[in-house]
């Protein structure tokens, strides 16, 4: 083809800028608003169009569109363009296939194929962004929590599809709610623990939350995990792999403790660890002490101080089986022969400040005084009124004579001088 010299660059321009155009209008995302695609089919009459070209055409040339083109498109239709639809090309609408008023007339269906297949209704605002930016649905999460599986933690953010694989055709029905039949290969690959072996295969939320699959809480009110116990990794316990029951006494688990403590064995101590301890320590143990209450200065002893032997089975509980040194050197203990359960007259917080009964001879008045000043021989001998107060017989007759119950070797004074006075 031959073209006259003169035009011969004009030419050339002109078909570099349609190759161009052609190019860059392939593509449906770099369409400007006043193009065209070649994938939207033939370019579209014009016979609706307005009479003026240069609405849209450039004077020089019919085929460059002008690139400062305006319309206020909510002024002069009174249809304000929103979102993505401000930047869609004008000919995607206006064009001669049919009254645009007939598209706008059915919604959102006008323009776009119902993928839904009129499903889910006419309104498409109702699931898709209202801002009209992309078709992204939003909302879904309110609209779900009317159903029997709200949408909650990464639920809420999965995509439809997931769980709904007809959701592109607005199928929705019949989507499993049970955690196992959407998570089986999560379930499968669960080795730690072992979820398939275990048996924890049904009912996932017992342990997991919708947030997080890690930081599984699980139940363990059969034997709950306190002290000592709380935080433990489970094969510490469950060393077989398997989270099936395991013994739950404290002896199935803690037999070497048990055994590494010699005076536990040579005593036979009970297996039952609880007895003596809790799950906060082995130290500081507990015994159950209330055959002989440790008071006093009984209270905070070590166990060797009473069991000798270096066993804790049982021992004597009388006073003078561990303080008969006491006992001895305690003045006037052997000689009165004073009784030998110390509690008579002694507490467990101290040996000094005894109170002695002296019901015999109530020590009244004057009569309150230590016990060498009436028994100056060391001697428990009984006393009576008429033993320190040895009046002539003579004396005593002519005051007391008439006396009812009046005897020499009584306490009888006591009636009438209670206080020990004369």
């Known amino acids: 083809m031959h073209f006259p010299s003169g035009n011969r660059s004009k030419i050339v321009g002109l078909l570099l800028s349609i190759a161009v155009t052609i190019v860059g209008l392939s593509c449906e995302t770099v369409v400007s608003r006043n193009g065209w695609s070649d994938d939207w089919g033939p370019l579209v009459p014009h016979r609706t169009f307005p009479g003026d070209c240069g609405l849209c055409h450039v004077p020089e040339r019919w085929d460059v569109l002008r690139a400062d083109f305006s319309f206020d498109h909510e002024k002069q239709t009174g249809h304000p363009l929103v979102g993505a639809h401000a930047a869609a090309a ?18 959102c269906g006008g323009c776009h194929p119902d993928p839904h297949k009129g499903t889910l209704g006419l309104d498409c605002l109702r699931c898709h962004e209202e801002s009209q930016n992309t078709w992204r649905p939003g909302g879904l999460v309110a609209d779900h929590a009317r159903t029997r599986f709200p949408l909650v933690g990464v639920h809420a953010a999965t995509p439809c599809e997931s769980c709904h694989p007809r959701a592109p055709v607005g199928d929705f029905r019949g989507a499993p709610v049970d955690c196992d039949l959407c998570h089986r290969a999560d379930l499968a690959r669960a080795t730690n623990p072992d979820h398939v072996a275990s048996g924890l ?14 930081r599984a809480t699980f139940s363990h009110a059969s034997f709950p995990l306190t002290g000592g116990h709380n935080g433990l990794a489970c094969r510490r316990c469950h060393t077989s792999g398997s989270f099936g029951p395991v013994a739950s006494d404290c002896y199935a688990c803690h037999r070497a403790d048990y055994e590494r403590q010699a005076d536990h064995v040579a005593s036979g101590f009970s297996h039952d660890c609880r007895d003596c301890h809790n799950t906060i320590t082995f130290s500081d143990a507990a015994i159950d002490h209330s055959a002989f209450p440790l008071t006093g200065g009984h209270s905070g002893i070590t ?4 069991h000798t032997s270096g066993t804790y089975g049982p021992i004597p509980t009388d006073c003078f089986s561990c303080h008969r040194a006491d006992y001895e050197r305690a003045p006037n203990h052997l000689s009165f022969g004073f009784p030998r359960d110390c509690t008579q007259c002694h507490n467990t917080n101290t040996f000094t400040g005894a109170t002695f009964s002296h019901s015999a001879f109530p020590l009244r008045g004057p009569h309150d005084v230590t016990c060498t000043t009436c028994h100056p021989g060391a001697s428990a001998a009984l006393f009576t009124c008429i033993v320190c107060h040895a009046h002539a017989q003579s004396s005593m007759d002519s005051h007391h004579r008439g006396v009812s119950g009046y005897s020499y070797d009584s306490n009888a004074c006591y009636r009438c001088h209670p206080n020990g006075t004369h």
């Open 90 to 107: 004008c000919l995607r609408c206006h064009n001669d296939r049919g009254p645009v008023s007939a598209y706008v007339a059915r919604g």
């Open 201 to 214: 295969t049904r009912e996932c939320q017992r342990c997991h939350t919708p947030t997080d699959w890690s």
């Open 303 to 306: 166990c060797r101080q009473c």
